[in-house]
């Protein structure tokens, strides 16, 4: 099973949005993280609504992000949320998710969401990257740091391609988060050979 989370961003997306949802879902990656933000909750809600029947028929898990209320009502059973949003939730309100994950940005907020009783979390940014333009990564030891520091899976972000892969998997993390590779590459399936040769050159050295 891959160890590649999609984060999507439909801005950097260079041709139709769902297709390439529709290629990265064909290779199997470990979720999709639909990511954008920018929507009000009711134009999320719809196309979340298109993102998790395009997952479903390739088995792919689908991550939906900060709209509470809009994945409770599509039925959705993995979220994940900024810190600040996951502290309002109730107790009754995460037992809608088998799934939740977190973005934490320091050990504290890793240790935070683990208390908070997230599943999985990212941390990062770990190399510089476009998105951060300007603030430099935090590291590979700042990882290493978090995944000695909690017990949950923990997926680098920031920065990551895969020349760098090995890097945070032998930092510890579970896997990595990719969005700016995945948005803009052309061969989707070429892409994903690519990360499977790196994983195997991990595991069988």
Do not use: W
């Amino acid at each position: 099973m891959s160890d590649i989370l999609c984060v999507t961003n439909r801005a950097l997306c260079r041709g139709d949005f769902l297709r390439q949802l529709e290629e990265i879902a064909a290779s199997k990656p470990a979720g999709i993280i639909l990511r954008e933000k920018d929507l009000s909750e009711a134009d999320y809600k719809e196309l979340a609504r298109q993102v998790m029947e395009l997952c479903a028929a390739h088995q792919v898990p689908c991550i939906l992000h900060t709209f509470v209320g809009a994945a409770r009502e599509l039925g959705a059973t993995a979220i994940h949320l900024p810190l600040p949003i996951l502290r309002t939730m109730t107790e009754a309100e995460k037992t809608c998710f088998s799934v939740i994950g977190a973005s934490c940005h320091s050990v504290e907020d890793a240790l935070e969401a683990q208390e908070l009783g997230c599943t999985y979390i990212t941390a990062g940014h770990i190399f510089e990257t476009d998105c951060k333009k300007g603030l430099p990564g935090r590291g590979v030891e700042f990882l290493n740091r978090v995944c000695q520091q909690v017990s949950l899976p923990v997926y680098a972000i920031g920065g990551i391609a895969p020349g760098n892969l090995d890097t945070v998997r032998q930092a510890g993390a579970k896997g990595a988060c990719i969005m700016s590779g995945l948005m803009q590459c052309e061969n989707v399936s070429a892409f994903f050979t690519e990360i499977e040769r790196t994983r195997e050159e991990y595991v069988h050295p």
